[in-house]
């Protein structure tokens, strides 16, 4: 049996050996100067005759891939730590993927099905998405509040007028029939709406509190206060007393006068008024050091030296002034002056008779 020479197939997708020449019969044969076994054919080194990649910038993986540098370019979500690979918006927004726990195969296929999936497709759009949400709701808080604005405006302008606050629903039906913007807010439907009577006592109250936080700011900033007090009745005949103070603006340095309280009260006697003024100011951090003065209007009740108001003020500061109200004053002068002169005391009687026969007729 005639022996055959070996013919040596080329591998498939490899260049052709160097180390391999032919023969006179056309035959493969290895080089004369390279050593060539059957081990050497083979276990041939393919990594080392493949096409070459790129030079690698970062860590090798166990299959000798690199990381290529181009990726950060074709990928900007891709950043690497410790050779493994890392998907910044998967991350960022807590998914569940190999590029969240790191991914440790260097191929491009890995970039390319991991841009696919529907997990990264979502967490690089939630910032767009948050973004387009953010403004929504900014855009529609802007219409609620210019409507919320309305009705504030027509609250304060109808308190500043004395115009009951039931014509506040009443206003705004106007403000509907003159078109007047951005009144969409205030109705839900046609059994809900903020252009109601209820509203309206809400929003004077929202505005009570905070002109009573300002007045608080301002009489912390004042050194001395002066407080000013009043007996009258309301119409349903109920007895109340009105405080007001007089202040040291902190910021002009100007004295202002501000309203304190509106107290109805039961106990008409200096020292039951008495309590209702110290109560106020207790309510209001304001110091019985820090009182100077108190006004009234003359009555016993008040300008009393022992169970008067003054008097009751006068044990808790003895340096207090009482001021007599110049206003009372002028009315106590012209009351008594025209009681010297018969005109006008006949001119008054008759007004007075002509008020009782009109209050009493139906």
């Known amino acids: 049996m005639t022996s055959r020479k070996r013919k040596l197939l080329p591998i498939k997708g490899q260049q052709k050996l160097p180390f391999l020449q032919k023969d006179v019969n056309n035959n493969e044969v290895p080089k004369n100067d390279t050593s060539f076994d059957s081990q050497s054919e083979t276990e041939v080194d393919h990594k080392k005759y493949s096409q070459s990649e790129p030079e690698a910038t970062a860590s090798t993986s166990k299959n000798n891939r690199k990381i290529q540098s181009n990726w950060f370019k ?13 998907c910044e918006p998967c991350v960022d927004n807590k998914k569940k993927n190999n590029f969240v726990t790191g991914c440790a195969v260097y191929k491009t296929t890995s970039m390319t099905r991991h841009e696919a999936l529907s997990d990264h497709i979502n967490a690089t759009e939630a ?15 802007s219409l609620e509040d210019k409507a919320v604005l309305k009705c504030i405006k027509t609250v ?5 007028e004395n115009i009951p606050l039931n014509k506040f629903e009443s206003i705004f039906e106007l403000f509907r029939e003159l078109d007047v913007p951005d009144l969409e807010p205030l109705r839900l439907n046609k059994h ?5 009577y209820y509203t309206s006592t809400e929003i004077l109250g ?3 509190c905070v002109i009573d936080n300002e007045i608080n700011v301002k009489l912390a900033q004042s050194p001395y206060i002066t407080v000013l007090a009043d007996e009258s009745t309301d119409l349903a005949n109920k007895k109340r007393i009105t405080s007001n103070a007089r202040i040291v603006n902190g910021t002009t340095s100007e004295p202002e006068t501000v309203f304190l309280s509106d107290h109805e009260y039961e106990d008409g006697t200096g ?3 008495a309590t209702v003024i ?3 100011m207790q309510r209001r951090d ?34 207090l002034i009482h001021i007599h109200c110049m206003a009372h004053h002028l009315a106590l002068c012209t009351s008594q002056a025209a009681d010297l002169v018969p005109a006008i005391k006949c001119y008054q009687q008759w007004l007075t008779s002509l008020y009782y026969y009109f209050s009493q007729s139906s």
């Open 278 to 280: 110290l109560q106020e």
């Open 271 to 273: 020292i039951g008024l």
């Open 74 to 86: 074709l990928w900007p979500w891709l950043y690497e730590s410790d050779g493994v690979l890392y």
């Open 286 to 319: 304001i110091s019985v050091d820090r009182l100077i003065r108190f006004g009234s209007d003359g009555a016993s009740v008040m300008s009393g030296g022992n169970k008067g108001v003054k008097g009751i003020l006068l044990q808790k500061q003895p340096h």
């Open 206 to 208: 929202a505005i009570s």
């Open 192 to 196: 809900v709406n903020y252009e109601n």
């Open 127 to 141: 910032p767009k998405l948050a973004t387009e949400f953010q403004q929504a709701v900014q855009q529609s808080h």
């Open 156 to 160: 304060l302008w109808l308190a500043q």
